[in-house]
Every structure is written in structure tokens, then in C-alpha cells.
């Protein structure tokens, strides 16, 4: 494998692994990948066996994240054996599979943010909750997520119709986004639209942040329902934060190449299974196993299964 892939810009030299190194490498990647995925899977099978789940906005937006989860999980899978096996790709196929993979990225933040709002109406105003949380609402919330992820590909796709020739989709390309949407004005347009993005979230969380700590503080409560949503949105915070290790992936890399340069493919691997794959797993633990009625509905799910295989 060449060190330009995983699916990231990180272009440094023709280093390559040996077969052996190769072959282990995906093995490790596809196999954490399923598991992550299955886990994921009977998430969503959990939730679309309880009707009170797919009543609940809360509920409706933890597993619109689960999803987005798994198709960006699948997508940077795809295009990591894809650089081991064919090394270069169709031009048209890498661009359908990178805009899943930019789609996802920038709806992984904006799915947080709201659902800290959620949090924050729930905490900060208990009457209200029913009102503007309702299943319609959550749902035209989560096509404005959509909506506003459109912005980070639609028009590079467009730039790229109208300023490439017509048989560069017949090409075949190392799929990466950079290599992808290399025009100036689309490489700035990524850069301005994240730092808006990033900056938005980031105030949105410390804000409900801020209230809940404060309601719960005026409440005097150290074990309520406050404390328990004030937790929730650090973890977001948190989810945050590994969302925006995969914008710095390329730096990340660059920085530990540059202090172990006898170490380029393993610094490579490791940074890739910590940043794109493990990631996954968060919002499992958020929600899938924190909170109390989706873990009983899952734990009997499981122990269904288990009896069922024996």
C-alpha cells in the first residue's frame, strides 16, 4: 500500500507494506469494522422493535446518528481495502463514495448539536419539551442536517462538472477528497465552511452546557435528571472532538512521521484505527448503553439471540 491512502490527503513517500503487513492490516480493519457495525446493527434493530423508541425525538436522533455512523464507518472501510487492492480507482465510483464520506462527516457534529438542544429544552424548559420537540420537528431537524451537509459536497461536485473535462469520469484516480476536488476555490470553501461549522457547535454545547449546570445547580441536585443531561452533552463534547480529529488527520500524521520517521506505516495504521474506526463506537456507549430503558430493551435483544443460537 502506498502511505498516500487511507481516504485521507496524506501524501508523504512511496513507502509500501510488505503482503504479509498488508493482508493483516485489512484483516484487523474489516474485522473491527463488522463488529462495530453489528453492534450498530442491533442498535437499530432494538429500536425499530419498540414502538415508544421511534416515539421519542431523543430516540429518533441517537439512532439517525447510529446510521450515519455506520454508512461513514462503511465508506472509509471501502476506500481503505480499496487502496491495498486496486490502488486506484474510477474516477465516478470514488465520487459517489466520497460524498457518503463527506455527507456523514458534517452530519456527525450537526446530529450533536442538536441533540444537546434537545437536552437543553428537556432540562431548562421541562414544559416546553412536549411543544417543540415533537416527531415532526425532529424529523424536518434532521433533513436541515442533511440540508446543511449538502453544502460541503453539492458544489464541489459542481465546480467539478463544469471545470474538468468529461473524460475524467472514465479515469481512474487515488480516491481521496483532495484529489477528488482539487480546485483552489473548493479546497477554501472546505476550510471556511468547517471553522463556521466547528465554531457554531462548539458555542451551541457550551451554551446548553452552561444552562443545565446552572438549572441543576439552582436545583441543588446532584443526582437528577440535570446532572445526568449535563453529562451527556460533555460526552458530546467529546464526540466532538474526535469528529474534529479527522479534519487534523493529515497534520496528526505528518507530526508523529516527522518524530518517528523509521515508523511511517505503523504511525499510519495506528492513527487511522483511533481516529476513523474507533470513533464508531462512542455513540453506542452515549446512548446504547448509558441509558437505562434502550440498555434493557438491548440486553434482552441479546440475551434472545444468544438462546436462540444455543
Known amino acids: 500500500m502506498n502511505v498516500s491512502s487511507p481516504s485521507q490527503n ?50 429518533i436522533l441517537f439512532i439517525h446518528l447510529v446510521v450515519n455512523d455506520m454508512i461513514q464507518l462503511t465508506t ?83 465546480l467539478l462538472i463544469a471545470t474538468e473535462p468529461g473524460e475524467i469520469f472514465l479515469s481512474t484516480i487515488l480516491c481521496k477528497r483532495d484529489n477528488l476536488f482539487r480546485h483552489p476555490v473548493s479546497l477554501k470553501k472546505q476550510e471556511v465552511l468547517y471553522t463556521i461549522y466547528l465554531v457554531g457547535i462548539w458555542i451551541v454545547l457550551f451554551y446548553t452546557y452552561l444552562h443545565i449546570f446552572f438549572v441543576a445547580k439552582a436545583a441543588k441536585s446532584s443526582s437528577g435528571d440535570a446532572k445526568k443531561a449535563r453529562n451527556t452533552i460533555l460526552l458530546h463534547a ?6 474534529m480529529l479527522t479534519y487534523v488527520y493529515q497534520s496528526i500524521v505528518r507530526s508523529l512521521v516527522y518524530i518517528f520517521p523509521s515508523s511511517i506505516l505503523h504511525i499510519i495504521f495506528i492513527s487511522y484505527i483511533f481516529i476513523q474506526i474507533l470513533p464508531r463506537l462512542v455513540s453506542t456507549i452515549v446512548y446504547g448503553l448509558r441509558d437505562q430503558m434502550f440498555r434493557q430493551k438491548l440486553q434482552m435483544y441479546l440475551l434472545c439471540t444468544i438462546c436462540f443460537k444455543l
Open 238 to 243: 467529546f464526540q466532538l472532538l474526535l469528529c
Open 10 to 59: 496524506v501524501s508523504l513517500r512511496p513507502y509500501r507494506d510488505s503482503y504479509q503487513s498488508a493482508v493483516t492490516k485489512n484483516v484487523i480493519v474489516i474485522a473491527l469494522g463488522l463488529i462495530i457495525n453489528y453492534i450498530n446493527g442491533m442498535l437499530i434493530h432494538t429500536f425499530r422493535k419498540h414502538q415508544m423508541f421511534y416515539m421519542t425525538p431523543r430516540y
Open 76 to 158: 472509509a472501510i471501502t476506500l481503505y481495502v480499496s487502496s491495498y487492492v486496486f490502488y486506484k480507482i474510477n474516477v465516478s465510483v470514488c465520487l459517489v463514495i466520497v460524498s457518503f464520506t463527506i455527507f456523514t462527516s458534517s452530519n456527525s457534529p450537526l446530529n450533536l448539536a442538536v441533540m444537546a438542544v434537545e437536552c437543553y429544552i428537556a432540562i431548562c424548559f421541562p414544559l416546553r419539551h412536549v411543544e417543540f420537540c415533537t416527531i415532526k420537528n425532529t424529523y424536518i431537524l434532521i433533513s436541515w442536517i442533511w440540508f446543511l451537509s449538502s453544502i460541503d459536497v453539492f458544489p464541489d461536485i459542481f
